[in-house]
């Protein structure tokens, strides 16, 4: 039972906001136009905007702010209005509600004992950002400055050209000082945000006291260092905000409520619950979309196609943005072929390139842990849970204004495994890019994949590249760790027995088998660091999965082909921007090679993954999205 006199910290806080929060928690809701069916649609909109996700309604919003120019977004999943999605408390929503998912399990895994796994992707208004565990965290300034490497000098896709757009989207809210008193080793600096945004980055007004001991053991590491801001592009051990309004509701802010909500506008609409089928082309013009309601299919169905005047957006995801390609006959020839669609233009990476973090199953508990409060609290302590009650219903304070995590480790190769690292890196030089893709991949998709290689053996040698993250949890670690640039590469293409059903999601975990060799040092510093620190020996860790029998390389393999998820809900790279002799499938303008009046922007214009969770960043670049289709329509 945790002491209530430990808890007196934030008992003064009882008092504070709560007339600022009832006056945010009963405003009154404006929004643009929801329209109820395709019969309320205009003929013909300047933008046609297919997905009303994380990056969909950032675009429509910045693209519609002059009043003037009029936008549609077309969003399969529901307007939701639910506190499952709206409150911070431990809070990942994936699976709240099942039909705020698509119903997509992937391709089996061949490395994975032909695994077969649940593909995460939102159905819903406001897309993963309002599912997802709202974690506020950006690259390192090597994973942006990678983009633009794959184009020559000269890109503005780097660190110092998205880091505007980073402050652009973001309006950060600075933690109290009762929330710094909370946070020890805490940095920040108000430089590397903004302020004008309705998409807020706060903080919230608890934290375990325990997570101090897993900062420490992290910070005391030879070549670790605490930035001086965790969106300062570094890898280190710091503090970050969380995805929510921390100085008005206390909720999740997310894409619908930055960019949707509140918006009194009646050039920019909204119609959900509806899906696309194809984009329209007039040769290799994009001018319009077809689409039908997202719940009905079979004899009788009504399509409704609507125009563009100026561009369509795609925004459908990492998963349905290639798919929506490959049926509008955008593609690789002989997959399209394949399903009877006709090539109309012929573009081979289109699916390709696709991955995601990986995370390894890694539980340790803690035999003599007794400070209070703790996670465990949240559970078993009525005392706890009265008092937490209590803060939570008079000014949204207090335990329940925090979501899962505020701080963590993201750590290099070198940091991780300084005797391994060259010689991984080494072996990444060495390899043969065609032996680690699929048998019928292009060529140009082959000399991207050897480019990507390439970089990431320089990534390898660097302190300055995240390999590995972990979250403090503020008692026993967290029952996992995360691998953030794996090298395999799987694919995302249509079904081409029923190309209209959801895509084959193949995520090819461990195909180029160096992966193993990360995963394992990755493993083995994890270890060292939980198990067998001086620091945490007081807590009388004890390693219960895989356990400490398991020492060779042929029995941590064995544990990985089990014990592996192929997948950290951060799909990426199955539209990417690289040059077209790489297999890219968008320019440097977001622009589809080959197709007019047709972009991508969402989280599959990634070349390389960035070591951390993708919302922030995905934010960042519909930001630069936005800006770069406006200078390019004027």
Same mark, same amino acid.
């Given at each position: 039972? #945790?002491?209530?006199?430990?808890?007196?910290?934030?008992?003064?806080?009882?008092?504070?906001?709560?007339?600022?929060?009832?006056? #945010?928690?009963?405003?009154?809701?404006?929004?643009?136009?929801?329209?109820?069916?395709?019969?309320?649609?205009?003929?013909?909109?300047?933008?046609?905007?297919?997905?009303?996700?994380?990056?969909?309604?950032?675009?429509?919003?910045?693209?519609?702010?002059?009043?003037? +120019?009029?936008?549609?977004?077309?969003?399969?999943?529901?307007?939701?209005?639910?506190?499952?999605?709206?409150?911070?408390?431990?809070?990942?929503?994936?699976?709240?509600?099942?039909?705020?998912?698509?119903?997509?399990?992937?391709?089996?895994?061949?490395?994975?004992?032909?695994?077969?796994?649940?593909?995460?992707?939102?159905?819903?208004?406001?897309?993963?950002?309002?599912?997802?565990?709202?974690?506020?965290?950006?690259?390192?300034?090597?994973?942006?400055?990678?983009?633009? /490497?794959?184009?020559?000098?000269?890109?503005?896709?780097?660190?110092?050209? @998205?880091?505007?757009?980073?402050?652009?989207?973001?309006?950060?809210?600075?933690?109290?000082?009762?929330?710094? %008193?909370?946070?020890?080793?805490?940095?920040?600096?108000?430089?590397?945000?903004?302020?004008?945004?309705?998409?807020?980055?706060?903080?919230? /007004?608890?934290?375990?006291?325990?997570?101090?001991?897993?900062?420490?053991?992290?910070?005391?590491?030879?070549?670790?260092?605490?930035?001086?801001?965790?969106?300062?592009?570094? +890898?280190?051990?710091?503090?970050?905000?969380?995805?929510?309004? #921390?100085?008005?509701?206390?909720?999740?802010?997310?894409?619908?409520?930055?960019?949707?909500?509140?918006?009194?506008?009646?050039?920019?609409?909204?119609?959900?619950?509806?899906?696309?089928?194809?984009?329209?082309?007039?040769?290799?013009?994009?001018?319009?979309?077809?689409?039908?309601?997202?719940?009905?299919?079979?004899?009788?169905?009504?399509?409704?196609?609507?125009?563009?005047?100026?561009?369509?957006?795609?925004?459908?995801?990492?998963?349905?943005?290639?798919?929506?390609?490959?049926?509008?006959?955008?593609?690789?020839?002989?997959?399209?072929?394949?399903?009877?669609?006709?090539?109309?233009?012929?573009?081979?990476?289109?699916?390709?390139?696709?991955? %995601?973090?990986?995370?390894?199953?890694?539980?340790?508990?803690?035999?003599?842990?007794?400070?209070?409060?703790?996670?465990?609290?949240?559970?078993?302590?009525?005392?706890?849970?009265?008092?937490?009650?209590?803060?939570?219903?008079?000014?949204?304070?207090?335990?329940?204004?925090?979501?899962?995590?505020? +701080?963590?480790?993201?750590?290099?190769?070198?940091?991780?495994?300084?005797?391994?690292?060259?010689?991984?890196?080494?072996? $990444?030089?060495?390899?043969?890019?065609?032996?680690?893709?699929?048998?019928?991949?292009?060529?140009?998709?082959?000399?991207?994949?050897?480019?990507?290689?390439?970089?990431?053996?320089?990534?390898?040698?660097?302190?300055?590249?995240?390999?590995?993250?972990?979250?403090?949890?503020?008692?026993?670690?967290?029952?996992?760790?995360?691998?953030?640039?794996?090298?395999?590469?799987?694919?995302?293409?249509?079904?081409?027995?029923?190309?209209?059903?959801?895509?084959?999601?193949?995520?090819?975990?461990?195909?180029?088998?160096?992966?193993?060799?990360?995963?394992?040092?990755?493993?083995?510093?994890?270890?060292?660091?939980?198990?067998?620190?001086?620091?945490?020996?007081?807590?009388?860790?004890?390693?219960?999965?895989?356990?400490?029998?398991?020492?060779?390389?042929?029995?941590?393999?064995?544990?990985?082909?089990?014990?592996?998820?192929?997948?950290?809900?951060?799909?990426?790279?199955?539209?990417?921007?690289?040059?077209?002799?790489?297999?890219?499938?968008?320019?440097?303008?977001?622009?589809?090679?080959?197709?007019?009046?047709?972009?991508?922007?969402?989280?599959? $214009?990634?070349?390389?993954?960035?070591?951390?969770?993708?919302?922030?960043?995905?934010?960042? @670049? #519909?930001?630069?999205?936005?800006?770069?289709?406006?200078?390019?329509?004027?």
């Amino acid at each position: 039972m #945790a002491p209530l006199s430990q808890l007196g910290l934030l008992a003064s806080l009882a008092a504070v906001l709560s007339c600022s929060l009832a006056a #945010a928690l009963n405003a009154p809701k404006i929004h643009a136009r929801v329209l109820d069916g395709p019969e309320a649609l205009n003929k013909s909109y300047d933008y046609v905007i297919i997905g009303g996700g994380t990056a969909g309604l950032t675009v429509g919003d910045r693209l519609s702010e002059d009043g003037k +120019t009029t936008v549609l977004v077309i969003e399969n999943g529901e307007l939701a209005n639910s506190d499952e999605i709206n409150n911070v408390r431990d809070r990942v929503s994936w699976n709240a509600e099942p039909w705020w998912l698509y119903n997509i399990t992937s391709a089996p895994n061949k490395e994975l004992e032909n695994l077969e796994s649940t593909v995460y992707i939102a159905n819903v208004v406001g897309g993963s950002s309002a599912l997802n565990g709202m974690q506020c965290v950006r690259g390192t300034t090597d994973d942006y400055d990678r983009w633009g /490497s794959f184009f020559g000098n000269g890109s503005t896709w780097s660190w110092n050209g @998205i880091l505007p757009y980073f402050k652009k989207g973001l309006h950060f809210q600075p933690p109290s000082e009762e929330a710094v %008193d909370q946070m020890p080793g805490i940095k920040y600096d108000e430089f590397y945000w903004g302020t004008t945004s309705r998409l807020y980055a706060g903080w919230p /007004s608890f934290q375990w006291p325990g997570i101090k001991y897993q900062f420490e053991v992290f910070t005391e590491l030879p070549g670790v260092e605490v930035p001086k801001d965790s969106g300062a592009g570094q +890898t280190g051990v710091y503090w970050y905000p969380t995805f929510m309004d #921390a100085e008005g509701s206390v909720n999740r802010s997310y894409a619908r409520t930055g960019h949707w909500d509140n918006l009194n506008r009646a050039n920019y609409d909204l119609i959900t619950e509806s899906k696309v089928t194809k984009i329209e082309l007039d040769g290799n013009k994009a001018t319009g979309v077809v689409f039908r309601p997202s719940e009905v299919d079979g004899e009788g169905v009504e399509f409704t196609t609507v125009k563009a005047n100026k561009e369509v957006i795609l925004s459908a995801g990492t998963i349905h943005s290639p798919q929506l390609l490959q049926l509008s006959g955008i593609g690789p020839r002989k997959l399209l072929e394949s399903a009877g669609i006709e090539p109309k233009v012929e573009l081979p990476g289109v699916g390709q390139n696709f991955h %995601d973090h990986t995370t390894l199953h890694f539980e340790i508990k803690f035999r003599n842990y007794s400070i209070h409060p703790n996670r465990r609290d949240d559970f078993e302590d009525p005392d706890f849970i009265a008092w937490a009650d209590e803060l939570w219903d008079a000014n949204r304070t207090g335990p329940w204004s925090r979501a899962l995590w505020n +701080t963590g480790a993201w750590l290099g190769l070198p940091v991780v495994a300084p005797e391994a690292y060259e010689s991984i890196a080494a072996k $990444v030089d060495a390899q043969n890019a065609a032996d680690y893709l699929p048998t019928s991949s292009d060529p140009t998709v082959i000399a991207g994949y050897q480019a990507r290689l390439a970089s990431l053996a320089e990534a390898i040698r660097s302190s300055d590249n995240i390999f590995y993250s972990h979250y403090f949890s503020g008692d026993e670690p967290v029952n996992y760790f995360t691998y953030e640039h794996p090298l395999s590469l799987g694919t995302v293409n249509i079904n081409i027995s029923a190309p209209e059903s959801e895509p084959i999601v193949d995520y090819r975990t461990y195909s180029n088998p160096v992966d193993f060799d990360i995963m394992l040092e990755l493993a083995r510093f994890h270890r060292r660091i939980n198990v067998e620190s001086p620091l945490l020996a007081q807590f009388d860790p004890v390693e219960t999965s895989p356990g400490l029998n398991v020492t060779s390389r042929e029995d941590w393999v064995a544990y990985m082909r089990h014990n592996t998820e192929p997948t950290a809900m951060h799909p990426t790279g199955t539209c990417a921007m690289m040059p077209l002799e790489l297999g890219g499938v968008v320019d440097e303008q977001l622009r589809v090679y080959g197709v007019k009046g047709l972009r991508v922007v969402d989280a599959s $214009v990634m070349s390389v993954i960035v070591g951390v969770n993708l919302a922030g960043t995905v934010f960042a @670049i #519909a930001e630069k999205g936005a800006d770069l289709i406006k200078n390019g329509s004027e």
